[in-house]
């Protein structure tokens, strides 16, 4: 296995093994059909990849001094935007391989810290712990949408075509059905009708 900069000719495996490590965590829903260019801005992306089969992403996008990403550290900071490995492949280090690497080339950057979000899961929040990242703040992803704001709506379907209106008789062109909101404490959760919410963590490591 080697830890190479990426390159388009391995996208699809890049976009597979992103797919296929999220899957059966709490950012399932989090799917990339292409994968981030970053307009242009600063960035390190690596992949882990063995007998042409990507085993693991990374992709950190760099402040500069038009543009900052990151909110945790004061200067300029990288934001870690995405560390994943394949599921068929994870435990045996190629994430803190990822990591090293990357921290090794931000060292002709003029950069002081990282920082990332993750979601509640137990082995992600344990890795970043062990590379010796430091949580910051905290608040909720929450998955469905603000109480008050959902009516009740009758459907009638002609000739191909639904027709709604809501329990006044008004006419319907659009209805919403779920979103995703921030809640910033855990009594705001309460104000919307969820379907699931997970907690959204900062970490923060000085280099």
């Excluded at 996208?11 to 970053?38: I, N, Q």
């Excluded at 990282?114 to 712990?129: C, I, S």
Aim: charged share 30%; aromatic share 14%; hydrophobic share 35%.
């Amino acid at each position: 296995m080697e830890i190479i900069n990426f390159r388009d000719e391995y996208e699809e495996g890049w976009l597979r093994c992103r797919v296929l490590a999220y899957l059966h965590t709490s950012m399932y829903e989090d799917v990339e059909t292409k994968k981030p260019t970053f307009e242009g801005r600063p960035s390190i992306e690596l992949i882990a990849v063995e007998n042409g089969e990507v085993l693991g992403i990374l992709d950190m996008i760099l402040d500069d001094e038009t543009l900052k990403t990151t909110s945790l550290g004061e200067g300029l900071g990288a934001f870690l935007q995405v560390i994943a490995v394949h599921p068929d492949h994870q435990y045996k280090g190629i994430g803190q391989k990822l990591y090293e690497e990357a921290v090794t080339q931000l060292k002709s950057f003029n950069v002081t810290f990282v920082e990332l979000y993750t979601r509640g899961d137990e082995p992600a929040n344990n890795f970043y712990k062990k590379l010796g990242f430091e949580k910051k703040v905290q608040y909720y992803d929450v998955f469905g949408i603000e109480k008050g704001l959902r009516a009740p709506i009758s459907i009638e379907i002609k000739g191909g075509r639904i027709y709604a209106q809501d329990d006044k008789g008004q006419v319907c062109d659009y209805v919403i059905t779920e979103g995703v909101y921030e809640a910033y404490t855990l009594e705001a959760i309460e104000k919307i009708e969820y379907d699931r919410y997970y907690p959204s963590i900062g970490y923060y490591k000085q280099l």
